[in-house]
Every structure is written in C-alpha cells, then in structure tokens.
C-alpha cells in the first residue's frame, strides 16, 4: 500500500516562532499543511505528500504534465515566498522529496556548515529581476525608400531591399539592447551583491510582445532596492525600441548555490 513521502521546499535558520508566524495556516503541494524540521540552527519547511505523485516514478511521468507541474511550482513558490517575508530562505529546488522526516534532518545535519553559510551569504538580500526586450517591430515597416525604377519592375528585387532593410533594422535594434544590458551592468555595480544570466525566454514564456534579450538576477541588498531600480531604469533610457522589466522582490532563487539543489531521491 502506497504511503507518504517528505517534500522539502527551503532550508531556513530556526526561530521558535517561524513555524507560527509563517506557516500557521499555510498549505503547499498536493493541499498539505507546512511544518518545520529542526535540526540544531537550522530548519527545514516540508510536507507530506502521496507517494502516489511523488515516487521517482510518479515525479517522471508528471514531467510531462504542464498543469500538474504549474500547480505545484505555484504552491511550492507560496510556501517559499511566505517564509522570505519573515527570514531569511534558501528555496530547494523543486519536488526535492525525502522518505521522512528523520532523513530530512539528517541532510540538515550532515550539512549544516554549507547551510548556514550560504544562509548567511543571502541574509538582508533579495533576488530582483532584469529582462531586457527587442519591442516587436510593425507588421507592414514603411519601405526605407523609393524603390528605383528598375525595382519598380521587378517586385522580387524590391522585396529583397526591403527584407534587408528589416533585417538590418532588426541588428541594429539588438545591438542596441545589448548596449542597454552592458550599462545596466554598469549602473548597478556596486548595488546587487551578485548577478546570475539566465537563458532568454522564448514562446508563451516571454510573456508580453517583443523579443527576450537578457533575463539576468541580481542579489540586492534591501535597504539598496530602490537605488537599483532606478539605475536600471536610468539604463535604458533614450532606446526607443528597447523595453526593460524588473520583477521582485524574489526569494533569492538564483543563488541558492551548487549543490543545495541538488534534488534527493527518496531514501
């Protein structure tokens, strides 16, 4: 008969009154209440979870499920987001499960100088995000020019001038939004702690129009938030075309360090 197995969303350091404060009320994956484990400093947010769903097994097949896996992404991310608003969190990486309890607070254990140092690397920061975008070009561009006579009658040859117009258009527009990252960089040395580059996001994953050039972190120190944000938007400015989002802030996803992300298979 199929049990129970241990979902682990983030290591944090323990406080007497996190689990109250933070998880009093809380629901994560599969609709299970949050509890902590403890071991020592150190403590862990973990849930019970069926290993009908959870099994190595059962976690490959739900790959291939985007519904099962946006749900639980979204309520991994609820329990992490509700413990960063009280203390500092290292976020584990996605259905990271154990056999129980027991095993979880051996891993604290076992790791616990790792742990605390990256817990303490991260302290007082949060994870912001930078995307900068090629805005989609019109549909139908004007022609660059009027067309020569002998363009006039020949239509493939107009169509090729104006498709080497747009692609020159579209050049010079990424250059110019990479200039836009290279001074982005440069405005916000000295204010993010670190920077992490991501690969641009293609498809229903860009969101809004355009064309993904950078998707980048950055750790930030708190009381410097607001400093950042107008660097980067100083950054960008006078590049027509060129769209710039900050997101945050995050729990510091990004930097959570190799290995602590490693995913533990049942055991």
Same mark, same amino acid.
């Given at each position: ?5 241990? &979902? ?32 020592? !400093? ?9 290993? @009908? %769903? ?32 009280? @203390? ?11 056999? %129980?309890? @027991? ?6 254990? !076992? ?15 949060? !994870? ?20 020569? +006579? ?33 001074? *982005?960089?440069? !405005? ?29 972190? &950055?750790?930030? +120190? ?19 075309? *060129?769209?710039?989002? *900050?997101?945050?802030?995050?729990? +510091? ?15």
């Amino acid at each position: 008969m199929a049990g129970n197995l241990c &979902y682990a969303y983030a290591v944090v350091p323990f406080s007497p009154s996190l689990e109250r404060a933070a998880l009093g009320g809380v629901h994560g994956v599969a609709d299970r209440p949050v509890a902590l484990v403890r071991s020592g !400093e150190l403590a862990a947010a973990v849930s019970s979870v069926p290993e @009908t %769903d959870f099994s190595q097994a059962a976690l490959e097949a739900h790959l291939e499920d985007l519904d099962w896996l946006e749900r639980t992404a979204r309520a991994h991310h609820a329990v992490v987001e509700s413990l960063a608003a009280r @203390t500092t969190v290292l976020p584990l990486r996605l259905a990271t499960v154990y056999l %129980d309890d @027991t095993r979880v607070a051996r891993v604290l254990e !076992e790791g616990q100088e790792a742990f605390a140092g990256l817990l303490a690397r991260l302290t007082g920061h949060a !994870e912001w995000g930078v995307k900068v975008y090629v805005e989609a070009a019109p549909s139908a561009p004007a022609a660059p020019a009027a067309a020569a +006579p002998a363009e006039a009658a020949d239509p493939g040859r107009a169509y090729l001038r104006q498709r080497r117009h747009q692609h020159q258009v579209r050049r010079d527009a990424w250059r110019t939004a990479e200039e836009v990252v290279r001074r *982005i960089d440069a !405005e916000v040395r000295g204010l993010a702690s670190e920077r992490a580059r991501h690969r641009p996001q293609r498809g229903r994953l860009a969101g809004t129009g355009g064309e993904n050039v950078a998707n980048d972190a &950055y750790l930030v +120190p708190h009381e410097l938030a607001g400093e950042f944000r107008r660097h980067v938007h100083r950054a960008a400015e006078g590049s027509p075309g *060129i769209r710039v989002d *900050i997101t945050g802030p995050w729990a +510091p996803y990004s930097f959570a360090g190799p290995g602590v992300q490693e995913g533990a298979a049942p055991g």
